[in-house]
């Protein structure tokens, strides 16, 4: 008895799981949990890691500020559409759930502050009749999603059920329906729901609303699916199991985060999606200094541009931005690590990153190429971006997209057409870059922006050089005379009016160098995008659509050797 009470003193209000209560040792390593302080706060064993389920409650004391949780929507209760008998009625069955648990249902909604930010949360207990979700969860979910869209809040979900409520039958099964609308209704109102998937999430609860998350996240070796090992009606063996590593490899989540690094992931998270509401006017250029670009011939920017110690997009999101959140995976069973992306804080805005990284790829041959999946989790990026308002910065720096016969056969063209039609729709403002390589249209798809800059030495090409020279010559070493024929500079992309601006390169520009050229993307990002949130949005879309349809309407298109000879001085922020 005495033992009881202290678990309960060190739980507060906990309620701990009936493996531990009954004897208080830890089930795998047989420890005294009692005296283990890194259980009693995260229900882990220390020893061993065993993980116990965490209740409603205790997910609650985790996450949320002392006391700041204040539940909400207490009144709504389970009906008995089937008046359901097995061994016990299902009244029985809540009955004992409620008694159990300290719980009115399987899912707690209300109010509660992460490190300060408000948010509207709905946390599921699996020990009130496995977290399965009747309509009293579902009722309580939407009720939540709606009090979230009228106070402008974001949702967060923390999931553990075994999916739809059988005793309710098909009024259970018509929950996901109704969720699933609730979070459409909240994706309109241009708000975010963020997913935690605990141990276990599985079924109609994983299948609607929670999958629908603009951030989705699992516990450690969370089981994770849509049919649960036992009820799985093909390959169906206890063993045949999904586990959150697993789909994270697969694009299926973003993360896995450790219950003890929860909090703090949240607060980024929430710190990085709330709406950009500070408006800033259009900085006045303080020290204005004159550049000079340096004239390239085509060969000099191709090579320049593929030197091995030239920074990548990932070196200048570490440098240039203060927070990165990385999302990961197309949602569609891959995940490619060439295309990178997610949340991130330019100076005081929140902005949606898409970058090509030249140095992600599992083999030589595909480094730098961005897949079928790549392009799909771009899609992904500039949809979350589009529903939370936040202006999308993308890098480009690729020799081309990863044109394999596996990813001609799910869909690569497919999947740039896409990226071309999504970002070229996107209702935020839209910004590229082109660092190092632009490759044909594994470039282009990145490039269809309100601002496109080109970095001094970058180049951007309708082929590789060698490929035009294979093609055009049957031999690649016309390569060098090709490149400087097809107008890949950067200064004859700025001629034509492909590119607004270029951005100045340190002399010998490496890695060494990350900090200086860091610093004058840092200017062209930051006084563009102010400048382009004080615009009316719908003359800024029009005004990217024409720029598009205009492109060598006016131009008058000079010859080679005159254009390499327009060395021109531009005043350039510095
Ligand atoms: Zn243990």
Redesign the pocket.
């Known amino acids: 008895m005495e033992k009881i009470k202290k678990i309960f003193q060190a739980f507060k209000n906990f309620k701990i799981s009936q493996t531990v209560s009954s004897d208080l040792q ?1 089930p ?2 047989k ?1 005294n949990l009692l005296e283990d302080s890194g259980y009693l706060s995260l229900g882990i ?1 220390s ?4 993980k116990d389920t965490l209740s409603a409650k205790q997910w609650i004391n985790l996450i949320f500020d002392q006391n700041s949780f204040d539940e909400k929507f207490l009144n709504i209760d389970s009906p008995d559409p089937l008046h359901f008998n097995d061994s016990k009625s299902y009244k029985q069955r809540i009955k004992q759930a409620k008694d159990s648990t300290g719980e009115r249902s399987a899912v707690t909604t209300g109010y509660g502050h992460i490190k300060g930010i408000k948010v509207v949360a709905a946390i599921f207990d699996f020990k009130f009749l496995g977290g399965s979700m009747g309509y009293a969860v579902g009722e309580k979910i939407t009720a939540a999603i709606d009090k979230a869209i009228v106070k402008k809040l974001p949702v967060l979900v923390i999931t553990c059920s075994g999916g739809a409520r059988m005793q309710e039958g098909t009024l259970a099964l018509a929950q996901m329906i109704k969720t699933t609308n609730a979070i459409n209704n909240l994706h309109d109102a241009h708000l975010p729901l963020i997913g935690i998937l605990a141990n276990p999430t599985t079924g109609g609860v994983f299948a609607s609303f929670a999958n629908q998350a603009d951030i989705l996240i699992a516990e450690k070796e969370a089981l994770i699916g849509f049919a649960g090992p036992r009820v799985r009606a093909v390959n169906d063996t206890e063993q045949d199991r999904v586990l959150s590593e697993e789909i994270l490899a697969r694009g299926l989540i973003d993360n896995i985060i450790p219950r003890n690094e929860l909090r703090h992931y949240l607060e980024r998270v929430l710190g990085l999606i709330i709406a950009n509401e500070i408006k800033v006017s259009a900085p006045q250029a303080s020290i204005n200094s004159m550049h000079t670009h340096k004239v390239s011939s085509g060969w000099e920017s191709v090579t320049t541009s593929r030197a091995s110690d030239r920074p990548s997009a990932k070196d200048y999101i570490d440098q240039i931005f203060s927070d990165f959140i990385e999302l990961k995976g197309d949602r569609n069973g891959l995940e490619d690590d060439v295309l990178i992306g997610g949340f991130a804080k330019l100076a005081l805005k929140n902005v949606m990153i898409i970058a090509q990284d030249r140095n992600g790829g599992q083999t030589e041959i595909t480094k730098g190429r961005v897949s079928a999946s790549g392009y799909r989790k771009a899609v992904r990026l500039i949809k979350i971006a589009n529903t939370l308002k936040l202006p999308i910065i993308c890098f480009v720096d690729t020799p081309g997209a990863n044109d394999s016969i596996e990813n001609e056969r799910i869909g690569l063209a497919k999947s740039i057409s896409d990226t071309i039609a999504e970002l070229s729709n996107a209702q935020v403002e839209t910004i590229s870059i082109i660092l190092g390589e632009g490759g044909s249209g594994g470039a282009i798809a990145l490039c269809c922006t309100d601002r496109v800059f080109m970095q001094e030495n970058s180049f951007l090409a309708i082929t590789s050089p060698e490929g035009a020279a294979a093609i055009l010559y049957r031999d690649k070493k016309h390569a060098e005379d090709v490149a400087n024929a097809l107008g890949v500079t950067a200064l004859e992309h700025e001629n034509i009016g492909f590119v607004d601006e270029i951005i100045p390169e340190p002399e010998n520009h490496s890695v060494k160098t990350l900090k200086e050229a860091s610093r004058f993307i840092y200017d062209a990002l930051t006084e563009t995008i102010i400048s382009l949130q004080n615009q009316n949005q719908k003359s800024r879309l029009v005004a990217r659509e024409k720029k598009w349809n205009d492109l060598g309407k006016n131009t008058k298109f000079s010859g080679k050797i005159q254009r390499l000879l327009l060395g021109i001085t531009r005043k350039i922020k510095i």
């Open positions: 830890c795998d390593c420890i064993c020893a061993c890691g065993h």
